[in-house]
């Protein structure tokens, strides 16, 4: 779909239709939370640098110069050309933050007060102002002017530790999982401050108060490590690699089929009987030290053997009927080409079909969270850099004239 010809589904403006956002951040965590926030109606305002834009343009598999994830990560949103080390580009970010709802940046902690853009400076102008700041370490502590990327971040929260088979190296995840994790940790954020904004309207702050949000990629990762803490702080146990199996927990694993893998969760008690009777193992299902958590963990390597053998000699499809028919959760690992043809991601949505700047049609992923009465949806293709500057300069009284002299110094 273009930006002129929106989809039925966008005939919802969304729930935050009306909020104003200006976009400072560049690559993952920051863009990600502000395209999550224009997924839902919100108009994001991408400040990018004339010539490159985002760096994200140009990562991964690209299409004429695009790359094809940009199409993803800057959907909904408008894109602003302006060069931040000029002052009078400076000028402008401080023009657009006096009428926006919110500022999200991922800048390195001091480089946004260098520019006298600070929250202090900003909010002095608009006190209602709310401000996502996702940095590596966060913008106080004594790591704060470290660079931080989120690979780093996930080794520091505790994520890369456990992600091996136990005695090899830990592996990365597969996909830039710290920095998404920070960015929905700040979509949350900025959701609760604007819900504190509008409690706290009062005849001398009429619209409300703003503030800070402060996410640390390590700290959106640590955020997500379940009980990895206070094992240690109770018992001095340092939960190492298991690889595919869940420790503590069985039987949770995935087990090799004649022509692929299948994950099984067969950890609830009602749930191992069933997948006990489903690969003919009822002694197994009937043996009352098995009949709670802690006694499958003592004997995780019998039960394991005795769903691996009952699996190898059978294709997946096989298997997961069998499983199915049991109520056992359990399946396949998706590659895109699986996601690309499964029924039910196409039957929720989830494969949405749009048209790039440079004609090229292809599938995304679809909206989420799913609302059912203010749903979000992809209103208009990602941006050519620069597409719509000078729109976005003309509503804040930018005039042609003065266009042309700031296209002419390189501002824009």
Same mark, same amino acid.
């Given at each position: 779909?273009?930006?002129?010809?929106?989809?039925?589904?966008?005939? $919802?403006?969304?729930?935050?239709?009306?909020?104003?956002?200006?976009?400072?951040?560049?690559?993952?965590?920051?863009?990600?939370?502000?395209?999550?926030?224009?997924?839902?109606?919100?108009?994001?305002?991408?400040?990018?640098?004339?010539?490159?834009?985002?760096?994200?343009?140009?990562?991964? &598999?690209?299409?004429?110069?695009?790359?094809?994830?940009?199409?993803?990560?800057?959907?909904? *949103?408008?894109?602003?050309? &302006?060069?931040?080390?000029?002052?009078?580009?400076?000028?402008?970010?401080?023009?657009?933050?006096?009428?926006?709802?919110?500022?999200?940046?991922?800048?390195?902690? @001091?480089?946004?007060?260098?520019?006298?853009?600070?929250?202090?400076?900003?909010?002095?102008?608009?006190?209602?102002?709310?401000? +996502?700041?996702?940095? =590596?370490?966060?913008?106080? @502590?004594?790591? *704060?002017?470290?660079?931080?990327?989120?690979?780093?971040?996930?080794?520091?929260?505790?994520?890369?530790? &456990?992600?091996?088979?136990? =005695?090899?190296?830990?592996?990365?995840?597969?996909?830039?999982?710290?920095?998404?994790?920070?960015?929905?940790?700040?979509?949350?954020?900025?959701?609760?401050?604007?819900? $504190?904004?509008?409690?706290?309207?009062?005849?001398?702050?009429?619209?409300?108060?703003?503030?800070?949000?402060?996410?640390?990629?390590?700290?959106?990762?640590?955020?997500?490590?379940?009980?990895?803490?206070?094992?240690?702080?109770?018992?001095?146990?340092?939960?190492?690699?298991?690889?595919?199996?869940?420790?503590?927990?069985?039987?949770?694993?995935?087990?090799?089929?004649?022509?692929?893998?299948?994950?099984?969760?067969?950890?609830?008690?009602?749930?191992?009987?069933?997948?006990?009777?489903?690969? =003919?193992?009822?002694?197994?299902?009937?043996?009352?030290?098995?009949?709670?958590?802690?006694?499958?963990?003592?004997?995780?390597?019998?039960?394991?053997?005795?769903?691996?053998?009952?699996?190898?000699?059978?294709?997946?499809?096989?298997?997961?009927?069998?499983?199915?028919?049991? $109520?056992?959760?359990?399946?396949?690992?998706?590659?895109?080409?699986?996601?690309?043809?499964?029924? $039910?991601?196409?039957?929720?949505?989830? +494969?949405?079909?749009?048209?790039?700047?440079?004609?090229?049609?292809?599938?995304?992923? @679809?909206?989420?969270? *799913?609302?059912?009465?203010?749903?979000?949806?992809?209103?208009?293709?990602?941006?050519?850099? @620069?597409?719509?500057?000078?729109?976005?300069?003309?509503?804040?009284?930018?005039?042609?004239?003065?266009?042309?002299?700031?296209?002419?110094?390189?501002?824009?």
């Amino acid at each position: 779909m273009s930006a002129q010809a929106p989809s039925p589904a966008s005939a $919802h403006p969304g729930p935050l239709a009306g909020l104003k956002v200006l976009e400072l951040g560049q690559l993952i965590a920051g863009p990600f939370a502000a395209k999550t926030l224009a997924d839902f109606g919100a108009d994001v305002i991408k400040v990018e640098p004339p010539g490159s834009g985002d760096p994200l343009r140009q990562w991964r &598999l690209v299409h004429e110069g695009t790359s094809v994830w940009w199409e993803v990560q800057s959907r909904n *949103k408008r894109s602003l050309a &302006l060069d931040l080390k000029q002052p009078e580009a400076r000028d402008i970010v401080r023009r657009l933050a006096a009428e926006s709802d919110v500022l999200v940046e991922n800048f390195k902690p @001091g480089v946004m007060e260098a520019w006298d853009l600070g929250y202090e400076t900003l909010s002095a102008a608009n006190p209602g102002l709310v401000m +996502l700041r996702i940095s =590596g370490y966060g913008q106080t @502590g004594p790591y *704060k002017d470290r660079p931080g990327f989120g690979v780093v971040a996930e080794a520091m929260g505790g994520l890369r530790h &456990l992600t091996a088979e136990p =005695g090899r190296v830990p592996v990365r995840v597969g996909v830039s999982i710290g920095d998404t994790l920070a960015s929905l940790h700040g979509v949350i954020g900025i959701l609760m401050a604007l819900q $504190h904004r509008h409690a706290s309207v009062s005849a001398d702050a009429p619209k409300g108060r703003g503030q800070v949000i402060d996410v640390a990629l390590y700290e959106a990762v640590f955020n997500c490590m379940e009980s990895l803490l206070p094992e240690y702080s109770a018992f001095g146990t340092v939960r190492e690699p298991a690889g595919s199996a869940l420790p503590g927990i069985a039987p949770s694993n995935a087990y090799a089929c004649r022509d692929g893998w299948v994950l099984v969760a067969g950890n609830g008690d009602s749930i191992f009987k069933r997948l006990m009777a489903a690969i =003919g193992r009822d002694d197994l299902g009937r043996d009352p030290a098995l009949a709670g958590n802690a006694g499958r963990v003592a004997r995780v390597a019998e039960i394991d053997a005795a769903i691996g053998d009952w699996a190898a000699p059978r294709r997946v499809a096989e298997v997961l009927d069998a499983l199915h028919a049991a $109520h056992v959760p359990a399946g396949r690992i998706y590659t895109a080409r699986d996601i690309a043809d499964d029924p $039910h991601y196409r039957a929720r949505g989830m +494969l949405q079909r749009v048209t790039t700047a440079l004609g090229l049609s292809l599938e995304t992923p @679809g909206i989420v969270p *799913k609302l059912s009465a203010t749903p979000g949806s992809i209103r208009r293709r990602a941006p050519s850099l @620069g597409e719509d500057s000078d729109a976005v300069l003309r509503e804040i009284g930018v005039t042609p004239e003065q266009l042309a002299a700031l296209r002419e110094r390189g501002v824009l």
